[in-house]
């Protein structure tokens, strides 16, 4: 089944660099995601890579993917207090007529000023 | 241009009631895909509409049912309300059934009694 993982929680101080992992179970998927959820907020779409890709870079963010291991990370350079958020990753599933995105569990970044 | 638009923004209902939920997605999208997100976990998918018809259902009972209107708008049902319906529940365009890039709306808080 389908199983999308993530830690829970990570601490940076402001300027230094955060890093988000994240597993991913199912081998066949094409697009992998990373979402931002501010609080009582719905979900920003970050970035996302193909998987035929092993990094992206936008701006500050860089996402890397490891298809061996099922492994995906975002790594935010400079990071800023208004970073600070709950940030998901997600892999889509597309098959049949179905396009549906399962999600991690998030890891709340907390940025100290 | 204009995002995802959902409402109501927060609603109150008591265990038994039926509740409607309302999604507009971005001008020329036609794909719109419900999500519930109860606290503390990542957004779990429900259904997924392209022109007017469902093409994906998660794992929901079948107390929760969904509409796609002609200007592509969605309503989401959920008959007989329990406490556990409680959550936030998402929507998102994209701009066909397999569309990669999912945009979420700002989401309506559900809270049953």
């Known amino acids: 089944g389908e199983d999308v993982e993530q830690s829970l929680f990570l601490s940076v101080r402001e300027g230094d660099s955060s890093v988000i992992n994240c597993t991913y179970t199912?081998?066949?998927?094409?697009?992998l995601y990373w979402y931002k959820q501010e609080p009582g907020a719905g979900l920003q779409l970050l970035t996302y890579?193909?998987?035929?890709?092993d990094m992206k870079q936008d701006q500050r963010l860089t996402v890397l993917l490891n298809k061996k291991d099922k492994h995906l990370s975002l790594r935010i350079a400079d990071t800023q207090t208004g970073d600070s958020a709950i940030y998901f990753c997600?892999?889509?599933?597309?098959?049949?007529?179905?396009?549906?995105?399962?999600f991690g569990t998030g890891t709340l970044l907390a940025v100290q000023p | 241009d204009a995002g995802v638009t959902q409402s109501p923004t927060h609603l109150i209902k008591t265990r038994g009631q039926q509740v409607t939920l309302r999604c507009s997605p971005i001008?020329?999208?036609?794909?719109v895909s419900w999500y519930q997100q109860v606290l503390g976990q990542g957004p779990q998918f429900i259904f997924q509409?392209?022109?007017?018809?469902?093409?994906g259902r998660g794992n929901f009972p079948d107390r929760f049912s969904a509409r796609q209107f002609p200007n592509y708008s969605s309503e989401l049902n959920v008959n007989a309300l329990l406490l556990g319906d409680s959550a936030l529940y998402l929507c998102?365009?994209?701009?066909?059934?397999?569309?990669?890039?999912?945009?979420f709306g700002p989401g309506t808080r559900l809270t049953v009694t």
């Open positions: 890579i193909f998987s035929n890709m």
């Open positions: 997600a892999e889509r599933e597309y098959g049949g007529a179905t396009n549906k995105l399962i």
């Open positions: 001008s020329g999208h036609k794909s």
């Open positions: 199912d081998s066949s998927s094409t697009y």
């Open positions: 509409y392209y022109e007017k018809e469902e093409r």
């Open positions: 998102a365009s994209s701009l066909w059934t397999g569309g990669y890039e999912q945009y």
